[in-house]
């Protein structure tokens, strides 16, 4: 591979160092969580987490561990880094989407620090691109504090069976309600739109839901518009893990198998639609 040639003692000034076959386990992950410009790039020896977040009310994470990579180097503990997003996805697949079969792009992405570019030199079939994309430094994320002791419900089901339901939703709804109950219905999810309410219900039995975890009955209302770019997510995904706390707050969790096979997560967290603008009690 003509990468492998380009390695060599002038990597030794980067702290970040990584390469893979296939830039598309990558693109993918990345692509799910694309809904604002920017993200936030955090590198540690685990891998890579690269987050979004909107208007203090949603953020979206990618983890690229680092047994996705075929070299991961990293020289310090953690770095830090913000990247245009959009500008990243364009160097990604610079190359399109149409390759032919057999045929991927493999990519080496490099960092030298605080204030350096981000460098990718991708290759497909002999021939190498290389990108330098400007980093900023980072803005501090929010911390939306959802830890598993505070999950009340939790339920896994096949991402198909919610694609299709979210499709079927009524977009002229501002808000989407979610029900979770260990009673009947279960699972619900009603919208409030210009014909009127609508809802689609998911029995604990059903063949979509794999597991069925909830404690108590919660009923939460969402805005559509922040759930939007989580169908990305979606359509990626084999298995989503819909979970609230005890305070309303939703963790949308996706599977997602990439061309290799490797299991990847992405995960989504929403804050509930009411009492937003009360003080804390």
Known sequence: MALSTQEGSGDSHYVLNVRLDNAKNVSNLLKAIHFKETATVFASSMGLKVTVEDAKCIQANAF??????????????????????????ECLTIFGSTSFPGVTTSLKMCYAGYG??????????????????????????????????????????????????????????????????????????STFGNSGSTHSDFPKDSDMVESFQCSQTQTNRYKISLLKPSVKALGHSTRVSIRTDNRGFLSLQYMIKNEDGQICFVEYYCVPDEDLDEPDH
């Open 64 to 89: 690229i561990q680092e047994g996705v990579f075929h070299e991961f180097t990293i020289k310090e503990e953690q770095l830090t880094f913000k990247i245009n997003l959009t500008v990243l996805l």
């Open 116 to 189: 350096c570019p981000l460098v990718l030199i991708l290759e497909e079939d002999g021939v190498l691109t290389d990108c330098n994309i400007k980093t900023l430094e980072a803005d501090e994320v929010l911390d939306f504090n959802f830890c598993s002791s505070n999950v009340v419900n939790k339920i896994i089901m096949k991402s198909e069976c919610l694609k299709e339901a979210f499709n079927e939703l009524d977009m002229s709804s501002d808000i989407l309600e979610i029900l979770m109950s260990p009673d009947a219905p279960y699972f619900r999810l």
